[in-house]
């Protein structure tokens, strides 16, 4: 991929499978998050919002996402026990005991209560819908406690598209710092330093002054609790996490990374993501999001566009080069790693190289995230298909079966 260099710089460590997911997980909570404060408004002014029959298949209140997992259930999910196997056969008893114990403890997921009408399952083909005598498929009337549904699946070319626009970002602040003798200005006219840059020295090639305009859009912090996301269960600081992987690109003439500086522009193209992910929520409320690729967030970037044109500043007509450039580049990464599968030795992996080198902390997050790489369309698929499944066992239900004229 060495044709890319001069565009999106040569970040092995920010274009892995590794910075993919994280950046695609950081939208997945702004989306959350503006859909929790829209719901929470919502309430506010519209009576029975959230009621509904739960015993009734047609009875639907207006929530529209009822069935859906939360911005506060993913920030603390619920922990699948573990089970303790007996390796003694007269243990079986003592362990059928502990399972029930779990059982009685409720699920290991968040559930909503609704009757939901399904396709029965072909008991000789479970993949097929069972029909009947006239070729109809028959349904059931599945009762009870139903497991929530991931809101959105972020396909791996959305998140490919996310971080090629990050590092095409990032090398453009590289090229602002070397250019000035490796330094920035200091964090409060490091923006300024670096869309001064980039109009003089690359015009409408560079991407840099429309990101940093774009982040100041919406007021994020408003709709975006990024507090709670940095303070849950599972923690994430998606602006740190960037920084810690990008500053080693960025010394200065004594070996020191000009972090504060780096940060805030980091920080600009973090707060882009966050007003992407609430325009994006108020673009589809009311709809299923269901799986979102490339064509979604470019829509979004178009009206980002478009609204930085109406300011009366002006000058951000849309950039079709450089989101062309990022189409070729995620459909150039996916052939590549197909072409790699498709060479590999059958039924063999990589096989490891052994060194005497000792290994850093860098070296193994590098490492781990290398060996990631080649699985992106196989993740893609398996997302995809998660989310088309019916999770028919996960519900605390009992069936009744119906026939739909």
């Given at each position: 991929?060495?044709?890319?260099?001069?565009?999106?710089?040569?970040?092995?460590?920010?274009?892995?499978?590794?910075?993919?997911?994280?950046?695609?997980?950081?939208?997945?909570?702004?989306?959350?998050?503006?859909?929790?404060?829209?719901?929470?408004?919502?309430?506010?002014?519209?009576?029975?919002?959230?009621?509904?029959?739960?015993?009734?298949?047609?009875?639907?209140?207006?929530?529209?996402?009822?069935?859906?997992?939360?911005?506060?259930?993913?920030?603390?999910?619920?922990?699948?026990?573990?089970?303790?196997?007996?390796?003694?056969?007269?243990?079986?008893?003592?362990?059928?005991?502990?399972?029930?114990?779990?059982?009685?403890?409720?699920?290991?997921?968040?559930?909503?209560?609704?009757s939901e009408l399904k396709a029965m399952k072909d008991p000789k083909d479970r993949k097929k819908s069972l029909k009947g005598s006239d070729g109809k498929v028959k349904?059931?009337?599945?009762?009870?406690?139903?497991?929530?549904?991931?809101?959105?699946?972020?396909?791996?070319?959305?998140?490919?598209?996310?971080?090629?626009?990050?590092?095409?970002?990032?090398?453009?602040?590289?090229?602002?710092?070397?250019?000035?003798?490796?330094?920035?200005?200091?964090?409060?006219?490091?923006?300024?330093?670096?869309?001064?840059?980039?109009?003089?020295?690359?015009?409408?090639?560079?991407?840099?002054?429309?990101?940093?305009?774009?982040?100041?859009?919406?007021?994020?912090?408003?709709?975006?609790?990024?507090?709670?996301?940095?303070?849950?269960?599972?923690?994430?600081?998606?602006?740190?996490?960037?920084?810690?992987?990008?500053?080693?690109?960025?010394?200065?003439?004594?070996?020191?990374?000009?972090?504060?500086?780096?940060?805030?522009?980091?920080?600009?193209?973090?707060?882009?993501?966050?007003?992407?992910?609430?325009?994006?929520?108020?673009?589809?409320?009311?709809?299923?999001?269901?799986?979102?690729?490339?064509?979604?967030?470019?829509?979004?970037?178009?009206?980002?566009?478009?609204?930085l044109s109406a300011d009366e500043k002006g000058g951000h007509s849309f950039q079709y080069e450089i989101f062309d450039?990022?189409?070729?580049?995620?459909?150039?990464?996916?052939?590549?790693?197909?072409?790699?599968?498709?060479?590999?030795?059958?039924?063999?992996?990589?096989?490891?190289?052994?060194?005497?080198?000792?290994?850093?902390?860098?070296?193994?997050?590098?490492?781990?995230?290398?060996?990631?790489?080649?699985?992106?369309?196989?993740?893609?698929?398996?997302?995809?298909?998660?989310?088309?499944?019916?999770?028919?066992?996960?519900?605390?239900?009992?069936?009744?079966?119906?026939?739909?004229?």
């Amino acid at each position: 991929m060495s044709e890319w260099v001069d565009t999106i710089g040569d970040f092995k460590t920010l274009t892995q499978k590794a910075v993919l997911d994280k950046i695609g997980n950081a939208v997945y909570l702004y989306v959350l998050a503006r859909r929790a404060g829209k719901h929470a408004e919502i309430l506010e002014n519209v009576e029975n919002y959230e009621e509904y029959d739960s015993t009734d298949p047609e009875s639907i209140p207006l929530d529209p996402y009822f069935r859906f997992e939360t911005f506060d259930q993913v920030l603390s999910p619920k922990k699948k026990p573990t089970k303790k196997r007996s390796k003694k056969k007269e243990d079986d008893e003592d362990e059928e005991e502990a399972d029930d114990d779990d059982e009685d403890a409720g699920p290991y997921y968040y559930t909503y209560n609704h009757s939901e009408l399904k396709a029965m399952k072909d008991p000789k083909d479970r993949k097929k819908s069972l029909k009947g005598s006239d070729g109809k498929v028959k349904y059931e009337i599945v009762n009870g406690a139903q497991k929530v549904k991931k809101f959105l699946t972020i396909g791996v070319d959305a998140k490919k598209f996310l971080t090629y626009l990050f590092n095409k970002f990032l090398k453009e602040s590289l090229d602002c710092f070397e250019h000035n003798g490796n330094k920035f200005k200091s964090s409060s006219e490091v923006s300024e330093q670096l869309c001064d840059y980039v109009i003089k020295n690359k015009g409408d090639e560079g991407i840099a002054p429309f990101i940093i305009a774009a982040s100041k859009l919406v007021p994020v912090d408003n709709f975006v609790d990024d507090s709670a996301i940095k303070g849950a269960d599972s923690p994430l600081d998606l602006g740190d996490y960037l920084l810690t992987r990008a500053s080693k690109f960025f010394k200065d003439n004594k070996n020191r990374s000009p972090n504060k500086a780096l940060s805030v522009l980091i920080e600009s193209y973090v707060a882009f993501l966050k007003v992407v992910s609430v325009l994006y929520i108020e673009n589809i409320w009311g709809k299923n999001p269901g799986a979102t690729h490339i064509s979604v967030f470019e829509g979004v970037i178009r009206q980002m566009y478009l609204l930085l044109s109406a300011d009366e500043k002006g000058g951000h007509s849309f950039q079709y080069e450089i989101f062309d450039g990022a189409h070729d580049w995620v459909k150039a990464t996916e052939e590549a790693a197909k072409k790699e599968r498709d060479t590999k030795p059958a039924g063999g992996g990589r096989k490891k190289k052994t060194s005497t080198k000792k290994k850093t902390k860098d070296d193994d997050e590098e490492d781990e995230e290398s060996e990631e790489v080649d699985n992106d369309e196989v993740d893609a698929e398996v997302e995809e298909l998660a989310e088309d499944e019916d999770d028919e066992d996960d519900g605390e239900a009992g069936a009744e079966e119906v026939d739909l004229e």
